[in-house]
């Protein structure tokens, strides 16, 4: 069976538009794919190509990212709102369950999201994603400040004379992303200016620090509330948290199965190894799946 091409649309999350695209929406199993911070739906395109055909597959763009709509003047992004994104897309898109596959930022949403709404979440996968560093009780006060003092800075888009200067931008930022990985992103998440220049699609308030964060306690309360099987998919060379703290995440998933799987790569590992973190997805969702009564 041939791999069909994605279908790209606009759904509604209160008045802000979404990007998403979707493909076989006629598939039983539903599976959707959450990005990272900064990147885009496209950050999936590799690993798709591996993925069952008959799958209805979803990848959507948070809000301010990809092609997803900027939040209006005086506005702010929060972990939150980005769950307010993936419940707009089951609503939009009339899916009681879906399966979540979640990337660094991604897998924080995805993992948050599955707590608070256990019902239609049947199983988790998390690539590169324990949870966000809240930081010790100390540091609550500079937070704010932080917060404060980012506040003040008007928004700064950057332009690079082309996609390729873009790309190599980002490898500067994550020297673990490869060449093509680097030019995957910048062409995807790139739109030419008037001038002729190139400038990234997300918006730059998202730079900006948060006013508040999860404490290690609140956070692990929220992996305890997670009911569905959830497997962690981690680079070789990628995130590397302390050993306590990594146990204590891991330890905090009630319904982890198996430790993790480990690949070569780095952060992007899903960039760096698409057919083996693909076969992975495929062989625990396959093994998820959650039938209509």
């Known amino acids: 069976m041939p791999t069909a091409p994605f279908e790209s649309f606009t759904l509604d ?85 879906v399966h979540l596959v979640g990337h660094s ?9 599955a707590a608070a709404r256990h019902e239609r ?6 690539i590169e994603s324990l949870g966000p560093s809240g930081g010790p009780p100390e540091g609550a006060v500079q937070r704010l400040r932080g917060f404060l003092d980012d506040a003040r800075r008007p928004p700064n888009r950057k332009r690079y004379p082309t996609v390729e200067a873009a790309a190599e931008r980002l490898r500067q930022a994550n020297p673990t992303l490869s060449p093509d990985a680097a030019l995957l992103f910048a062409r995807h998440g790139t739109h030419p200016t008037p001038e002729g220049e190139q ?20 956070w692990l ?41 480990v690949f070569q790569g780095g952060h992007h590992v899903h960039l760096e190894q698409p057919r083996a973190v693909a076969d992975a997805i495929a062989t625990f ?6 039938y209509p009564p």
């Open 13 to 97: 999350a209160e008045g802000l538009p979404l990007h998403v695209r979707q493909r076989h929406p006629g598939g039983t199993t539903a599976v959707l794919f959450l990005h990272g911070w900064l990147d885009h739906s496209h950050s999936f395109d590799p690993l798709c190509e591996h993925l069952p055909n008959d799958w209805r597959t979803v990848l959507l763009d948070f809000r301010g990212m990809g092609e997803s709509g900027h939040v209006g003047p005086g506005a702010a992004y929060h972990l939150s709102d980005h769950l307010l994104d993936v419940e707009a897309t089951l609503d939009g898109l009339a899916l009681p369950s």
């Open 105 to 113: 930022l991604g897998g924080i949403v995805a993992l948050a999201y």
């Open 121 to 126: 979440i049947q199983s988790l996968t998390l």
């Open 199 to 218: 400038a990234f699609t997300f918006d730059p308030r998202h730079r900006r620090r948060f006013g508040q964060g999860f404490d290690e306690a609140q």
């Open 221 to 261: 309360a929220l992996e305890a509330a997670v009911t569905c099987p959830v497997q962690v998919l981690r680079g070789s060379d990628g995130l590397s948290p302390s050993p306590p703290l990594l146990q204590g995440r891991l330890d905090a998933l009630r319904t982890l199965v198996g430790p993790p799987q």
């Open 285 to 290: 969702v396959a093994g998820n799946v959650r």
